[in-house]
């Protein structure tokens, strides 16, 4: 086994969730990750933990949204599991990142519907989501397999200590402040009120690899347009040049120019896909290239993502109200030239670099 593998296991227990024994966890992972769940079984193992490992397979979950189509229940016996656990790891991977590309934007609307619950269920708990490399990943990167194994493994090994404490200056910098405002470019000018509600320091916990400073905007309060101007995968489909209008928090108004249907898709799936949950800001400089996923590329510095759909209740201040919704979809817009964000007026970050940040032009 690749030594960097146990390495990853090792921050995910001892960092990331913290693994304790007698903790109840649920390993869910795709077949080409079985060396991940080995070392993290092993681990489980020396610390007396209580391992239950689910092949997450995206060939099986797409023969099963294929063959039933809609009327889809609430899975009670996978409630059960998340009800009952302590953590959950969960890791992306896989050999075809397109693999459920054939499934109608409906269908996957109706069935993340049902299963709300269940997403629900998982976030009240401890829980990491992370990257197995794959040479399907690496393909829709651009990269070498090789090159994608040198790439992941040293965005999952940072000194998160370190890390940790160049994010809370600008923790510290939305906590005081009322309203955000991003502009870039012509076509992105966008205000929304964090007025109550927390930033959070993602450090690689949630998140392996982190880097990034969240929170979520005052549901009402987000007005303007924006363009993302990076693409997402979604449903195994490239959504390209997103553009949203947003009047009193709503948005009323969408594009895109590939695959709006798979947008659409995503506004209907419930009344609050419309509406943000989450602004956030990417402060990972060691993640300094786009590789078309979001695990990755939202951590990015020079970006911003904001995510329509739930928000994470722990960034929501008592007396605003917690954005619920079947989706979450975070979409990135490049910050890197002509482009300033905005705290109650004062520029915060302009082309990329935060007013704290001694940092050289490469």
Not at 62 to 77: C, I, S
Not at 212 to 221: G, L, N
Not at 250 to 265: H, I, Q, T
Not at 288 to 305: A, Q
């Amino acid at each position: 086994m690749d030594p960097r593998i146990r390495e990853h296991a090792e921050t995910i227990v001892d960092h990331s969730i913290e693994l304790e024994e007698g903790d109840d966890l649920v390993i869910q992972l795709p077949a080409e990750a079985e060396d991940l769940a080995v070392a993290l079984h092993e681990y489980a193992g020396d610390i007396g933990a209580n391992p239950v490992y689910l092949n997450n397979s995206q060939r099986a979950t797409r023969a099963y949204l294929r063959a039933r189509e809609d009327d889809f229940e609430l899975p009670d016996h996978e409630l059960a599991l998340y009800e009952a656990a302590d953590a959950f790891v969960i890791a992306r991977s896989g050999g075809n990142v397109s693999e459920k590309a054939d499934i109608d934007p409906e269908t996957t609307a109706d069935y993340n519907r049902a299963r709300r619950p269940v997403q629900r269920e998982r976030l009240s708990k401890t829980w990491c989501l992370t990257q197995f490399p794959t040479s399907g990943h690496a393909q829709l990167a651009g990269m070498s397999t090789e090159e994608y194994e040198n790439f992941v493994y040293d965005a999952v090994s940072l000194d998160w200590e370190a890390q940790a404490e160049f994010q809370q200056q600008m923790v510290e910098l939305i906590d005081d402040a009322e309203e955000v405002r991003i502009r870039s470019g012509e076509e992105t000018d966008l205000t929304m009120s964090v007025a109550g509600n927390t930033a959070l320091n993602d450090d690689g916990r949630a998140n392996l690899p982190g880097g990034e400073v969240f929170t979520a905007p005052v549901k009402d309060s987000v007005n303007g347009e924006v363009y993302f101007d990076l693409p997402l995968y979604r449903q195994g489909r490239e959504i390209e040049g997103v553009r949203l209008t947003f009047e009193d928090g709503r948005v009323e108004e969408f594009s895109a120019e590939r695959n709006e249907s798979v947008l659409a898709g995503v506004f209907n799936t419930d009344e609050n896909a419309r509406y943000l949950g989450e602004l956030g800001i990417g402060m990972n400089r060691a993640i300094d290239r786009f590789t078309y996923n979001m695990l990755f590329d939202e951590k990015m510095g020079d970006t911003v993502h904001m995510a329509v759909g739930s928000a994470y209740p722990e960034t929501v201040g008592e007396g605003n109200e917690v954005n619920e919704s079947a989706e979450h979809v975070d979409m990135i817009v490049d910050m890197s030239e002509d482009s300033v964000i905005e705290l109650d007026g004062e520029v915060v970050q302009r082309d990329g670099t935060f007013t704290f940040e001694d940092r050289e032009d490469e």
